[in-house]
């Protein structure tokens, strides 16, 4: 016989899993693509700051401007892992 607790846990599992229009297997792909865009993301953006880094040629207006976006890109890319964990366990 299940308790009280087990009972109120398995029907708010099922409720979370009912609320999503989603299954579970597309739920998972896109789990898997937004971890590759995450690893992407990161490790081209600190190959351009590496490379704006290591070669003082290329420090001019223009690429200031590219190094700018680039920093953003990587600050904005924090959200990715909230996105990625909300998505893989559908909440």
């Not at 087990?6 to 898997?32: F, G």
């Not at 995450?38 to 953006?45: G, L, R, S, T």
Request: aromatic share 14%; hydrophobic share 50%.
């Amino acid at each position: 016989m299940m308790s009280n607790s087990k009972r109120e846990e398995k029907s708010v599992e099922l409720e979370l899993n009912d609320m999503s229009p989603l299954n579970r297997s597309t739920l998972n792909l896109i789990t898997i693509y937004l971890i590759l865009v995450f690893i992407m993301c990161v490790f081209f953006n600190l190959m351009l700051l590496r490379l704006f880094i290591k070669y003082k040629d290329l420090r001019n207006v223009f690429n200031i401007f590219i190094i700018a976006v680039s920093c953003l890109n990587l600050i904005g890319s924090v959200v990715f892992p909230f996105t990625i964990h909300s998505s893989f366990f559908n909440k």
